[in-house]
């Protein structure tokens, strides 16, 4: 079971709908953003990134969306699947370091 | 392999005991990262390696963390006296570059440590 203080913002969806996550992101210097993906009892896993010189890029099912301007990157996740359910987190690093901030992450409940 | 490593997946210990963690990161990636995971949501930076050296350890609690990457070892994390408030889920990464490679870090399963 999960423990207790999750007090993550949730995102419902239907099965087969379109899911959009968002993230503010902290620092105006940070050059490169990875969405993580993490299921209860793992690790975060890689989703997609992307380079601030860029501000869209696809995968598969999955489209991340930079806004410089308002520091604000997104995550949309085309037809989501039961499967998606998990918690998103967003990393951003600031150019010349070597260590990411992670957002607050946002919990992707699928309903069938 | 090809996966990070971390055992123990739980660990518990009472206030004022020590605890090691340990990971073995993929064979081939010369970068090591720790971050703690409180409540299951905020994750924070504590230590990196490039191969056996200290990289940055700007997240560290000086007073009671420790952590090394010693050739042919797993790396170790350890914590001495530990409080209450050390109670999190520690994660490793590794990677083949400070930035991590196409993908990122690739991250072990954890380490769960419940201090009472």
């Known amino acids: 079971g999960e423990s207790v203080g999750l007090h993550l913002p949730t995102l419902s969806v239907q099965e087969g709908d379109n899911s959009i996550i968002n993230c503010a992101y902290s620092?105006?210097?940070?050059?490169?953003f990875i969405w993580y993906k993490q299921e209860s009892g793992k690790g975060p896993q890689f989703i997609i990134d992307?380079?601030?010189?860029?501000d869209k890029r696809q995968g598969q099912r999955v489209t991340v969306l930079l806004n410089k301007t308002v520091k604000h990157l997104s995550l949309q996740i085309a037809a989501t699947q039961p499967g998606d359910s998990a918690v998103y987190f967003c990393a951003e690093n600031k150019a010349g370091t070597y260590k990411y901030i992670f957002g607050t992450g946002t919990r992707l409940k699928v309903l069938a | 392999g090809e996966e990070v490593a971390q055992t123990p997946k739980h660990l518990v210990r009472g206030e004022g005991q020590k605890a090691k963690l340990y990971c073995a990161p993929i064979?081939?990636?010369?970068?090591v990262f720790w971050y703690q995971q409180v409540l299951k949501n905020e994750f924070k930076f504590l230590i990196s390696f490039q191969n056996e050296n200290v990289f940055d350890e700007t997240g560290m609690p000086k007073e009671r963390f420790s952590a090394k990457c010693l050739p042919n070892s797993p790396c170790s994390l350890e914590i001495q006296a530990t409080k209450l408030e050390d109670s999190a889920v520690y994660f490793c990464a590794s990677s083949p570059g400070p930035k991590g490679s196409n993908y990122g870090y690739t991250f072990g399963s954890g380490t769960r440590l419940t201090v009472v």
């Open positions: 620092n105006s210097a940070s050059d490169y």
């Open positions: 992307i380079r601030s010189n860029m």
């Open positions: 064979k081939g990636h010369s970068y």
